[in-house]
């Protein structure tokens, strides 16, 4: 690798799937299916679209690439809520003492679930698709809701949450600020934190969290055996705390632990805290500093989740930093799709795997990983959008006026 003439990094990780005992231990299909069966059951819950890019697959020498697109999940534009109504869940399950076979939508929405649950003000940080989700499912379920943002949070994501009735309070500095300070006012206040983050003695409820996620994935795998395949081959996953991240390669490894996908791990480059980690490696999670100044807002967190890293260090097979013009790549790619392709409308967070993915394909200097991770005709690609159009000003700027262009060194071309 040429680090002169490349500006995207990766960390191979050869010794990865040796141990997949945490993955097994979180991510067991069972649980899968328990999430899936409480989401069946929220009004307007619809099987998200599998998007076959069969040209483009075809274009860069591909069997296939598939996208699990969120971008209308609820019509919440995020998977986000998949896991924060999951962990509502089990919040008030745990604390009425009921069944999974009693704790129905219906039963938690009632007045004799909400009288015995009493009052309860459910609280998270977030930088945008987390709270929201978090804000829609307390509204649904009759709660109260304050979300901490940091100060870099755009409108339209502020408001975003505030439509459902929660209380929005911006915090001075970054993502990890708000998370710090949401931690000792909800101390304070006697509020519940349902963050998808966890720190030493918070892991219950980003676990529900990251399993909430997994019904996703159960999704997918039908999708995916509709079309005659087994099997994603590799899967392309974007990472701010690493809780998504954590969760399909957790579900993947359990599923298949004999033979597991192939697993990249992307983040925007100047919010890699994953992949300094992988770069220490020493096994603990690391931080990295600064304004975590990524156009990929959902993916700007400088602290990994202890609790999503205990799954990466030992499955994940290669971290990846990338500038962020190749996530604003991956969305025009995405919006402007080759011929018999579908369209896809997807945020910066949602398309950086993409962009990724065409950029190590296109890239002669990244060769080396093309073979290594054995990507060719015979490979079945799996992506996840995360998100649609969170974030309108900023998908317009890039869409319409070419911001975060690709410089001209790295422009392929055809």
């Not at 156009?295 to 990846?320: K, N, T």
Request: overall charge negative; charged content about 20%.
């Amino acid at each position: 690798m040429d680090e002169q003439q490349l500006d995207f990094s990766w960390i191979v990780r050869p010794n990865a799937h040796q141990d997949i005992s945490v993955a097994q231990q979180l991510f067991p299909v069972a649980i899968a299916r328990t999430a899936r069966a409480f989401h069946r059951q929220i009004p307007g819950y619809n099987q998200t679209r599998l998007v076959s890019l069969s040209n483009l697959a075809h274009m860069l020498g591909l069997g296939g690439i598939y996208v699990k697109d969120e971008s209308q999940r609820l019509t919440l534009n995020s998977f986000k809520v998949l896991g924060g109504s999951f962990a509502l869940f089990r919040l008030i399950q745990k604390k009425l003492g009921v069944s999974d076979e009693k704790m129905t939508f219906d039963y938690l929405t009632s007045e004799e679930a909400k009288a015995k649950a009493g009052d309860i003000t459910f609280a998270a940080a977030t930088d945008g698709n987390h709270g929201r989700g978090v804000a829609w499912a307390a509204s649904k379920l009759g709660y109260k809701c304050v979300i901490y943002v940091h100060s870099g949070t755009s409108q339209p994501r502020i408001d975003a949450i505030r439509q459902y009735g929660a209380i929005v309070r911006v915090i001075s500095g970054n993502y990890d600020h708000a998370v710090r300070q949401l931690a000792m006012d909800a101390k304070a206040h006697g509020w519940t934190v349902v963050s998808d983050t966890s720190w030493p003695g918070y892991t219950e409820i980003p676990t529900w969290i990251m399993q909430g996620y997994t019904t996703m994935f159960l999704e997918c795998q039908e999708q995916l055996a509709g079309l005659g395949i087994t099997r994603p081959t590799h899967i392309f996953i974007q990472a701010g705390v690493g809780a998504l991240a954590a969760s399909i390669i957790g579900f993947y490894s359990a599923l298949f632990p004999d033979n597991p996908p192939k697993f990249i791990v992307v983040e925007p480059d100047r919010a890699a805290c994953l992949y300094k980690s992988a770069e220490v490696n020493d096994g603990e999670p690391h931080d990295v500093d600064g304004a975590l100044n990524t156009i990929c807002a959902g993916l700007a967190c400088g602290e990994p989740s202890p609790l999503a890293w205990r799954v990466l260090r030992s499955d994940a097979d290669v971290f990846m930093k990338v500038p962020d013009y190749i996530a604003a790549r991956g969305m025009r790619i995405y919006a402007v799709p080759l011929k018999g392709d579908e369209l896809v409308i997807s945020g910066e967070s949602g398309a950086i795997t993409l962009g990724a993915l065409y950029s190590l394909m296109t890239e002669d200097k990244a060769h080396e990983l093309v073979e290594t991770l054995g990507l060719n005709e015979h490979s079945q690609v799996l992506l996840v959008n995360s998100e649609g159009n969170t974030d309108p000003i900023n998908f317009r700027q890039i869409l319409w006026d070419g911001a975060k262009h690709v410089p001209k060194e790295f422009r392929k071309q055809w």
